[in-house]
């Protein structure tokens, strides 16, 4: 009786554990983190039931069949009906885990339409974005990261590139990371939900200042966003009064040197 507790219990445990971390994992600031969370969901659930049922089956076969006068147990060779359904029951899990895997990678794809356009570049050791559709360019410098100003509730076509060797753009809220390749140019939309401050950083070591790769999405109303956009269009030093707090959104720097910045870009 003593076994089969500790049994139960560390099955217990194992389920709260696996809760308790799922519960902790962000649910997505974007549309598509939203869909990768559900996607995670379903397959921590899955995870559990699938434990359950075999620390169950192990722990009642066990105790069933034990020795209890030192002669073996009867022994059956073979039943087609129990191997039939021990093979069915997981395959079937699987296929459907895959298919739910296809649809939402299918989703996270597809291109939106309307929206914003962004190009974001990594260099070492920080970004550049350029605001393709108002001819706007932020460049970060480690001593004042990057923070790429966007509209909430509104499709954001990113095209991410690099300008020298790999780098990833990680954004934890939104479950995102994407690597940024040289001489190759990655397309990919988001739609984010909330307003708020979004940190993110290069997730691929790419050398000494690796850890200065840092910076940040602040996402805002619509309105809010043209008025900013509009300020930088006309040379604004400052966002519109009331917009954002003093000093929450960098400057345009030009690019650290040595860098050249995007081909077509121009800084306000």
Same mark, same amino acid.
């Given at each position: 009786?003593?076994?089969?507790?500790?049994?139960?219990?560390?099955?217990?445990?194992?389920?709260?554990?696996?809760?308790?971390?799922?519960?902790? =994992?962000?649910?997505?600031?974007?549309?598509?983190?939203?869909?990768?969370?559900?996607?995670?969901?379903?397959?921590?659930?899955?995870?559990?039931? %699938?434990?359950?049922?075999?620390?169950?089956?192990?722990?009642?076969? %066990?105790?069933?069949?034990?020795r209890r006068d030192?002669? @073996?147990?009867?022994?059956? =060779?073979?039943?087609?009906?129990?191997?039939?359904?021990?093979?069915?029951?997981?395959?079937?899990?699987?296929?459907?885990?895959?298919?739910?895997? %296809?649809?939402? @990678? &299918?989703?996270?794809?597809?291109v939106q339409p309307?929206?914003? &356009?962004?190009?974001?570049?990594?260099?070492?050791?920080? *970004?550049?974005?350029?605001?393709?559709?108002?001819?706007?360019?932020?460049?970060?410098?480690?001593? &004042?990261?990057?923070?790429?100003?966007?509209?909430?509730?509104?499709?954001?076509?990113?095209?991410?590139?690099?300008?020298?060797? &790999?780098?990833? =753009?990680?954004?934890?809220?939104?479950?995102?990371?994407?690597d940024a390749i040289?001489?190759?140019?990655?397309?990919?939309?988001?739609?984010?939900?909330?307003?708020?401050?979004?940190?993110?950083?290069?997730?691929?070591?790419?050398?000494?200042?690796?850890?200065?790769?840092?910076?940040?999405?602040?996402?805002?109303?619509?309105?809010?966003?043209?008025?900013?956009?509009?300020?930088?269009?006309?040379?604004?030093?400052?966002?519109?009064?009331?917009? *954002?707090?003093?000093?929450?959104?960098?400057?345009?720097?030009?690019?650290?040197?040595?860098?050249?910045?995007?081909?077509?870009?121009?800084?306000?």
């Open positions: 009786m003593m076994r089969v507790g500790r049994r139960r219990l560390g099955v217990t445990l194992l389920a709260v554990v696996a809760l308790t971390v799922g519960g902790c =994992m962000p649910a997505g600031a974007t549309t598509q983190g939203k869909q990768i969370s559900t996607l995670y969901d379903v397959f921590l659930v899955g995870g559990i039931v %699938v434990a359950g049922i075999v620390w169950s089956l192990v722990t009642w076969s %066990v105790l069933r069949y034990r030192g002669r @073996l147990p009867v022994q059956h =060779m073979g039943d087609i009906r129990i191997e039939a359904i021990w093979t069915a029951i997981p395959l079937a899990t699987v296929l459907a885990l895959f298919a739910m895997t %296809v649809i939402t @990678l &299918n989703s996270l794809d597809a309307g929206g914003v &356009n962004i190009r974001v570049v990594a260099f070492r050791w920080q *970004w550049q974005v350029v605001y393709t559709d108002a001819g706007v360019t932020d460049t970060g410098t480690p001593e &004042n990261p990057l923070q790429i100003v966007l509209p909430v509730n509104t499709p954001v076509h990113v095209s991410l590139e690099s300008l020298d060797v &790999n780098h990833a =753009m990680y954004l934890p809220a939104f479950l995102f990371k994407r040289p001489g190759h140019v990655t397309s990919f939309d988001i739609q984010i939900t909330e307003p708020g401050t979004y940190p993110g950083a290069c997730a691929e070591f790419c050398g000494v200042s690796h850890d200065d790769m840092l910076f940040a999405v602040k996402a805002v109303d619509m309105a809010t966003y043209e008025a900013w956009l509009a300020g930088r269009k006309s040379g604004a030093s400052a966002a519109p009064a009331g917009s *954002w707090t003093p000093g929450a959104t960098p400057a345009a720097s030009p690019a650290p040197s040595g860098i050249p910045a995007p081909a077509g870009s121009t800084a306000p």
